[in-house]
């Protein structure tokens, strides 16, 4: 199984900055694309950024495109997430999801985290 553990969110006002990262552990044999969602209260769950295994494809929501930064650590299976300018509608419980491998002779699978709580106060 894999583990993900996320950490750095909290409370800011309008404008701020905030850093989440989120560290995959357990029995990882390959990890391939590493990302970002969030759920609002009352909405469905969407697609904030994910980065491939080689970084080399990135994919940002529109609402999202200019403020946040997405990146990851291979030697530290981590990725993360730089949120600047942030605004009162990026209130959201933010989940980790990573697509990993965890026996060479099966493809992969989907993981979540136990998400983390971003509240933007204007």
Do not use: H
């Not at 199984?1 to 989440?20: F, H, K, M, P, T």
């Not at 552990?25 to 904030?48: C, D, H």
């Not at 929501?61 to 509608?89: C, H, I, W």
């Amino acid at each position: 199984q894999v583990q993900l553990v996320e950490s750095g969110g909290g409370s800011v006002q309008d404008g701020g900055s905030l850093r989440l990262s989120c560290a995959a552990s357990g029995r990882i044999f390959s990890i391939n694309a590493m990302g970002w969602y969030r759920q609002a209260p009352g909405k469905q769950r969407e697609l904030v950024a994910t980065v491939t295994g080689g970084g080399s494809v990135i994919d940002y929501a529109d609402s999202v495109k200019g403020r946040f930064t997405v990146s990851r650590d291979n030697a530290k299976n981590t990725v993360y997430l730089q949120m600047n300018s942030l605004k009162p509608e990026d209130t959201a419980i933010y989940y980790c999801n990573v697509e990993a491998r965890t026996n060479p002779l099966r493809g992969a699978s989907y993981y979540w985290g136990q998400g983390t709580q971003v509240t933007v106060s204007s």
